[in-house]
Structures are given as C-alpha cells and as structure tokens.
C-alpha cells in the first residue's frame, strides 16, 4: 500500500496511479520496497524485466496484465532491446533516446497510460480522466505520444515559453486532437510546475492526474533501466556479478536519479550515484552543504530540460532519508514553499554532485566527439563531466554509467555552437547536424509548421479549466 510522504492515510497502486499527487500535497511512497535479486533477470529482456520490477511494486495487477502492456508499449522503440550501451573506455554512456520522442521520458510515458487504463478497469473508474502536466522539455512530448492515442483520456501540457528547444516545442505543438492541449506559458519551468501543484489542490473536483514523474507510476519504470544496464555490463563480462557499479545522472526535477536510488534500495549493486546540474546547481549544493535553497538566480541554459530549481522528487528522498518521518518531511516543504529554503543534511555517503556551466558543455560535447567518435547532447555532457571530475576526485579505475537521456537531434543548436557553426533556432538546424556528421535524421523528427498558444500565467487558471472541463464533457 502507498501513502504520501505528508501524511499516513494509504491507497492501493491502482488508487496512487489514478491520483498522481497525494490529497495533502505530498507524493506516494512505500514504506515496505519490494526486495528485488538481479540474478534473477540475467536471461531476460527488457521487456520481460519491466514486468517483473513492475509488478513487484503494484503487486494488485498481475504479471501477465502488466506484460502484455510492456509488450505493447515498447512497440514504439527503433531498437528491440528498447536502451542500449555504448562504451568510451570506462564510462558506459546509457542511451535512453530510443523512443517515439528521442527521450528518456519515453521509457517510462508509454507504459504510464497502460497503467492508468488497468487501474480505471481495477477500480471500476468510468469517467476521462486529464493528465495536466508540466514540463521543461522533454516530458510534455513524450506524455502526448503516450496519452493522446488512449480512450478515456486526455491531455493538457505547460511549458515555459521560451524555455525549450525548437525541437522540443515541434514535438508537442504538433499533437493535435480532440483530447489534447498545449500551452506555452510566460514563465519558467517553475512556474508551470508550482501551477499544476496548485491546481491539483484547489480543483478536487475535477477528475485529473500527473504524467510527471511526481506519479509513482511515472517513476517505477525507470527504475528498470538501472537493473538492465548492469545486467548488460555482466553479460557482456565487462563486470563480474555483485560487483557494484556507479551511475551519473544528469538531473533537474530529481526523478531520474531518485529511480537509481529506488534501484539501489532494492538490491541492485549500486556503489555511488552522481547527481549532475547544470549552471541551476541548486542541487549541487544540496548535496554538498545540506541546504537546499530555491532563492536564486534562475538561467535559460544551453541544457534546458534541467533549468529547474524546485525538484519535486527531491521530496520523496528526503521522506526516507529522515527515516520515513512524515512530520519532518511535510515540515521542510511546507518551509521551502513558504521560505524557498530548508536544512536537511544527506545521510548516504553514496551521494555525489557537480554542476557544469554552458561553456563547459560545449566543450565536453566537443572532446567526446573528438576522443572517441561519438556524439552527444547537451544534458549527456553534463552528465559526463560530472563523471570526469568524479573521477579524478577519486582516482579510482572504477566502470560508470553514464546516463544519456536526449538524441543529439533534440538540441541541434547546441551540439553545432560546440563545433563553431551557426544554426538558426528553427528546425533547419536538425538537417545541418544531420549533414555536418553524416547521421541519418531520424523518422520522427518530419514536424508540420505549429503554431503555439501562448498564455499567461495569471490567465492559466482559467485556461486550463477550461480546457479541461470542455474534454471531459464529451
């Protein structure tokens, strides 16, 4: 059974699933992790070792119900094994960019819809429910591809004006129906987020969920992904088993990094885990001084999917870092959403950070590609930058995983500033990139001209009820 991390009242999956953001604010957790042997998915696929893992945390489906949805859903990926690993000496790049969006979001938003419609079956729900959602990027198009296609649902996505690539903002605006809504808001990221959290509290009456990854449903699948990399690293004999691994997480809203440390509460060898920031190191210092402090400079960085500076996930890590205390946890948030600020010193040892600004990310997309012929985008070179300071801090020899969450084609600006050729912000730039390096585009990137709708934020209230009560009228 899951509870908020504010409070004790516990639902069942199904229920959690459905609600997506807990009545008093906070966010589901369990108290109880399911314990989970690696060894016993050393044959497996991707596929059948997403059921298993999701199964053993929303125990009231079945696995052959949760099966034939993952079969289902990963239908969608360029490559059968749904991820892939590619090595440059001891880094393990985990490419995540796959799927329908070229995103990591993808692994986990094709199979959320699966489980809201087992759930709404589970509990007899008949009514459309809305997915409202924020993004800074990558979510809001990889929701739309998950929810837009199912009966029942519908769709309303925020994104900050301004605040995401022109690849990105292509993606969403092109999905366009009867049950799904896009709204670029004057704003930032924050701000679209602090809205839909406000929104859930004062619009109970509506039948809405999250696609963020907020919804714990949102965040199991990734953590499948952590389990399937070191299995792969075993396989393929490049670690012996039990040998524990590091990862490096390129990380804004702290649910990408919170799912490898949900791996690692659950059995999966895990020795350290590198939370990687941007120049919006909110985190970063986090990690180091045990304050986390939101009153700062906010930054439209050339690693846009991480300009965040609230990161909600952060909420359920400090739920059980405080040993499970949710006083303490409800206490910290109700003073970061009153103050911008709380003290809570990290407990784990096992947690590292490092922020990497924008000329640094260029830099770093540019050696990598120079080194060892491959290349990556900008929230990768965050990452592996991170991975390289790690490792001279700690002069150790030691094989780490690097998180690779976006194709290159998501921010074709970027990757070719780090070479010196000028782009403009249109998608012409995906076919320079695609010329410059002699890389097929890929299929999914053929965008129709979009038009946005733009609105502000004092005016998104309304909007967005709107929206949303005209969906589920029909």
Known sequence: MFHSTRGTKEVSSPEAILNGLADDGGLYVLDFMPSVDYKDFIN???QTMASKILNAFFPEFSYSEIKAEIDEAYK???IKEVVDLHKCDNAYFLELFHGPTLAFKDLALVVLPRLMKLSKKKLGYKKNITILTATSGD??????????PVEGMSIVVLYPNGGVSPVQEAQMCSFKGDNAAVLAINGNFDDCQNFVKDFFNTHKDLSISSANSINIARLVPQVVYYFYSYIHLVRTRQIKPGEEITFCVPTGNFGNILAGFFAKKIGLPVKNLICASNKNNVLTEYFLTGKYNKNRPFFKTNSPSMDI?????????IYYASMNDTDKTSKLMKSLKENGEYNFKNPYDYFYAYSTNEEDTLNVIKDVYNKYNYLIDPHT??????????SKETKNNEKVVVVSTASPFKFPQSVLEAFGVKADES???????????????????NYPSVKRDVVELKDANSVVEGKIKCFQSK
């Open 309 to 317: 500076l609230i990161s909600s996930n952060l909420e359920r890590f």
């Open 44 to 46: 497996d696929d991707y």
């Open 427 to 445: 998608l012409e730039s995906v076919k320079v990139l695609s010329e410059k390096f002699n890389i097929e585009i890929p299929s999914v990137l």
């Open 381 to 390: 070179a965050c990452s592996y930058n991170a991975y390289s300071i790690y």
């Open 139 to 148: 979510t809001g198009g990889a929701a739309l591809n998950g929810f837009t």
């Open 76 to 78: 969608s990926f360029d």
